[in-house]
């Protein structure tokens, strides 16, 4: 199915609005570490929805002043069972859960207030200040709330079934549909089976926001369990519900030929944003230099994505909010 339907149109309509390009902020977890936040826990950036609602705040704020369209909440590993393991009632993750949107939302309010009297030219340039931004509701996969590699694995082993990841996200994404979210963006998505999970999910309980889905991949053709990115991709599109479909959390030198996969099978956007190309090892809790770029270096290759047919742009980890001005100066100069 290549048509579009429903969100499809919004999404449309939004991409229009932003000029026919739009900019998803940059890596949340290292930008909160950068204003002294300490992540070694399971909970890893959703901890500060506990400890410091104050900094996921400023750091979506960052972002915005930076020139992003799209803002994801702080709820990539937020789960109802992972704050249960935390010792938090299963009311108190719930309403962690609705503070993810709630923050994002109100850095939104803020930054457009703020936007009507502040005298910077920054600020003055309608291309800025009058864009439209979204706030997307962050759900990592079930990988992440186990918190052992498995995320950058894909493996969940033969006892995890496509009704096991459905029971185990269901409640947590009506949660932050009801929270406001404008979209809910399916992150990191490191299999087949938690896509065909989150596109029956979205279908069964007739989920009334748009989403997008992103996927982990460890080359230029396959996710990083090893399924194909074209099968994967497939999947996104046949769900009415899905209204664009990308890469995140992958190396800058893979995304084009993803893209050019992804384009083969759908004709929804796609939105790319990768990591800065630094390694994570996961048995280490540590970043390695690897292909890794500067921040400039990343900005440069915003025209050959385009080029290849991406329409949404932005960064995962390790990016920050310099790298989103870039991306944003890129992609301003490019927009109809």
Same mark, same amino acid.
């Given at each position: 199915?290549?048509?579009?339907?429903?969100?499809?149109?919004?999404?449309?309509?939004?991409?229009?609005?932003?000029?026919?390009?739009?900019?998803?902020?940059?890596?949340?977890?290292?930008?909160?570490?950068?204003?002294?936040?300490?992540?070694?826990?399971?909970?890893?950036?959703?901890?500060?929805?506990? $400890?410091?609602?104050?900094?996921? +705040?400023?750091?979506?704020?960052?972002?915005? /002043? #930076? =020139? %992003?369209?799209? *803002?994801?909440?702080?709820?990539?590993?937020?789960?109802?069972?992972?704050?249960?393991?935390?010792?938090?009632?299963?009311?108190?993750?719930?309403?962690?859960?609705?503070?993810?949107?709630?923050?994002?939302?109100?850095?939104?309010?803020?930054?457009?207030?703020?936007?009507?009297?502040?005298?910077?030219?920054?600020?003055?340039?309608?291309?800025?200040?009058?864009?439209?931004?979204?706030?997307?509701?962050?759900?990592?996969?079930?990988?992440?709330?186990?918190?052992?590699?498995?995320?950058?694995?894909?493996?969940?082993?033969?006892?995890?079934?496509?009704? $096991?990841?459905?029971?185990?996200? +269901?409640?947590?994404?009506?949660?932050?549909? /009801? #929270? =406001? %979210?404008?979209? *809910?963006?399916?992150?990191?998505?490191?299999?087949?089976?938690?896509?065909?999970?989150?596109?029956?999910?979205?279908?069964?309980?007739?989920?009334?926001?748009?989403?997008?889905?992103?996927?982990?991949?460890?080359?230029?053709?396959?996710?990083?369990?090893?399924?194909?990115?074209?099968?994967?991709?497939?999947?996104?599109?046949?769900?009415?519900?899905?209204?664009?479909?990308?890469?995140?959390?992958?190396?800058?030198?893979?995304?084009?030929?993803?893209?050019?996969?992804?384009?083969?099978?759908?004709?929804?956007?796609?939105?790319?944003?990768?990591?800065?190309?630094?390694?994570?090892?996961?048995?280490?809790?540590?970043?390695?230099?690897?292909?890794?770029? %500067?921040?400039?270096?990343?900005?440069?290759?915003?025209?050959?994505?385009?080029?290849?047919?991406?329409?949404?742009?932005?960064?995962?980890?390790?990016?920050?909010?310099?790298?989103?001005?870039?991306?944003?100066?890129?992609?301003?100069?490019?927009?109809?």
């Amino acid at each position: 199915m290549m048509g579009l339907e429903g969100g499809g149109k919004m999404m449309r309509g939004f991409l229009d609005k932003c000029g026919g390009y739009a900019v998803i902020d940059g890596g949340f977890a290292t930008e909160l570490e950068s204003h002294g936040a300490d992540l070694k826990d399971p909970l890893w950036s959703a901890k500060c929805l506990i $400890t410091s609602p104050h900094l996921v +705040r400023r750091v979506h704020l960052d972002y915005l /002043d #930076a =020139g %992003a369209n799209i *803002i994801i909440t702080a709820s990539y590993q937020a789960t109802i069972q992972g704050f249960e393991a935390k010792g938090l009632s299963r009311e108190e993750g719930e309403a962690l859960l609705r503070t993810s949107v709630e923050l994002a939302r109100e850095a939104r309010d803020i930054y457009h207030d703020r936007c009507t009297k502040d005298s910077s030219d920054f600020i003055r340039d309608e291309r800025y200040w009058r864009r439209p931004i979204l706030v997307a509701a962050s759900v990592g996969s079930y990988g992440a709330y186990l918190a052992d590699g498995s995320e950058y694995r894909g493996d969940y082993g033969d006892g995890v079934t496509v009704e $096991t990841l459905k029971d185990f996200h +269901r409640d947590r994404v009506k949660i932050l549909v /009801d #929270a =406001g %979210a404008d979209l *809910i963006a399916f992150e990191t998505i490191p299999n087949l089976l938690e896509a065909k999970a989150y596109a029956e999910l979205l279908e069964e309980e007739g989920i009334e926001i748009p989403a997008w889905f992103s996927f982990s991949c460890k080359d230029e053709s396959n996710v990083v369990s090893g399924d194909s990115i074209l099968d994967c991709a497939s999947i996104a599109d046949s769900c009415s519900r899905v209204v664009a479909v990308g890469v995140n959390c992958t190396a800058p030198r893979f995304i084009h030929g993803l893209i050019s996969s992804i384009k083969k099978v759908t004709s929804k956007p796609v939105l790319v944003y990768p990591n800065s190309g630094e390694t994570y090892i996961a048995e280490t809790n540590e970043w390695v230099k690897s292909s890794g770029v %500067a921040e400039d270096d990343f900005v440069s290759y915003i025209g050959k994505w385009r080029d290849a047919g991406a329409s949404i742009f932005g960064g995962c980890c390790r990016t920050t909010p310099n790298t989103i001005k870039g991306i944003t100066e890129a992609v301003c100069s490019k927009r109809l």
